[in-house]
């Protein structure tokens, strides 16, 4: 195993990590309102000093893996799903900095909710592209 796809696994286990989290704590402020203003404060911070740079990482790390290796149908499918992956995480960070807003505007809980719930379809959409490219990825290793 090459030094960058070591690094290219290590991004994406920490950013793996930091979904967790976040759904964890999502999952939790859906059950129990009195936490969605603390939940919407840490996911925001968690996503601008924690996962961006963790997704940041693995576009990088996987895009120079592009030019190092001859590419088949497997990898190209391997890439769709990845960048479907990060293209849902980065526009998960549009909710989550708007509902962090809201919040230092004392919003409504409705207005809260719907930003909660474009999280959770980014979320049910990320996640199974970025599985898809997971196990392709191990599989064409």
Same mark, same amino acid.
């Given at each position: ?65 592009? +030019? &190092? ?6 990898? *190209?499918?391997? =890439? $769709?799903?990845? /960048? %479907? ?34 999280? +959770? &379809? ?6 199974? *592209?970025?599985? =898809? $490219?997971?196990? /392709? %990825?191990?599989?064409?290793?």
């Amino acid at each position: 195993m090459s030094a960058l796809i070591f690094l290219h696994l290590i991004f994406i286990g920490l950013w793996g990590g930091c979904i967790a989290v976040e759904m964890v704590l999502e999952f939790r402020a859906k059950k129990d309102l009195a936490l969605t203003r603390t939940v919407a404060q840490l996911h925001d911070t968690i996503d601008r000093y924690v996962e961006l740079p963790f997704v940041l990482g693995v576009f990088i790390t996987g895009a120079m893996q592009v +030019f &190092l290796i001859p590419l088949t149908p497997l990898h *190209l499918i391997k =890439i $769709a799903a990845g /960048l %479907g992956a990060v293209s849902a995480n980065l526009l998960c960070f549009v909710p989550v900095f708007k509902r962090k807003r809201l919040v230092d505007a004392n919003a409504d809980f409705s207005q809260l909710a719907q930003c909660s719930d474009r999280i +959770f &379809l980014a979320f049910s959409v990320g996640f199974p *592209l970025g599985l =898809i $490219a997971l196990l /392709l %990825g191990f599989y064409l290793h």
